[in-house]
């Protein structure tokens, strides 16, 4: 399978405890985001990165949020001191290189649940 | 800002009718469009897109879409539904490469 992936599919944390998902996009994907989406509702931009470089952060991403994409392939982000408005969907999307390549590839997403 | 508004948060049909979700969005350029279907715990699949050029696009599984600058609108249209269409649908507009905004989403119904 060469579309994107994200593990873990299912996370339950107690408030309080940190947690961290990762994505590895298709190959030679340059571009990679973050949504974050809760029932109901549509996905709501996180971050986004071009290569390594961290290029947009929504003000959705509070301090307790880090996303890092250190070489320019998978993408880890970082939630410290989990709350329970933090429980959603967290999908991750890859974006290929080159003139005319907008759309983006959604992985299956991690869901998160704080007890 | 650019932002969507899909009116419609449930739609039901019956297998075999034709389907229409409408979908306006509010940006001040030319925007990147697109169609996602979502099924249940699982991520989103790309229907169809409109970049510029032909203003009915052709996508995946039998979908089709229209933009009509007048409108502010991107609906998407499939002829015969069928069961297997039951989802939930996302209208998202971009303004490139960055991020792409949302609508809240329109879940179809397929009824037998």
């Known amino acids: 399978d060469t579309g994107v992936s994200q593990n873990p599919r299912h996370k339950i944390t107690k408030r309080g405890q940190n947690v961290t998902f990762r994505c590895d996009p298709i190959?030679?994907?340059?571009?990679l985001y973050w949504y974050r989406q809760t029932l109901g509702q549509g996905p709501e931009f996180l971050t986004y990165?071009?290569?390594?470089?961290?290029?947009?952060k929504s003000r959705l991403l509070s301090d307790r949020f880090s996303a890092e994409r250190p070489k320019g392939s998978f993408s880890t982000l970082e939630i410290q001191r989990t709350e329970q408005g933090d429980s959603a969907m967290y999908l991750c999307?890859?974006?290929?290189?080159?003139?005319?390549?907008?759309?983006?590839?959604f992985g299956p997403g991690t869901r998160l649940t704080v007890t | 800002a650019q932002s969507v508004t899909q009116p419609d948060i449930h739609i039901t049909v019956s297998e075999g009718a034709s389907l229409e979700l409408r979908c306006n969005y509010s940006?001040?350029?030319?925007?990147?469009l697109f169609w996602y279907v979502q099924s249940p715990g699982q991520g989103l699949q790309l229907l169809l897109k409109y970049f510029s050029g032909d203003t009915l696009v052709q996508g995946i599984k039998g979908f089709e879409a229209e933009f009509k600058r007048s409108q502010s609108s991107f609906n998407l249209r499939k002829p015969s539904v069928h069961w297997s269409d039951a989802a939930e649908y996302f209208c998202?507009?971009?303004?490139?490469?960055?991020?792409?905004?949302f609508g809240d989403g329109t879940t179809l119904t397929v009824k037998p």
């Open positions: 940006y001040g350029a030319t925007p990147y």
């Open positions: 990165f071009q290569n390594e470089a961290q290029l947009e």
């Open positions: 999307a890859s974006s290929p290189p080159g003139q005319g390549s907008y759309e983006q590839y």
């Open positions: 190959s030679e994907h340059n571009r």
């Open positions: 998202a507009v971009a303004p490139g490469r960055s991020k792409s905004t």
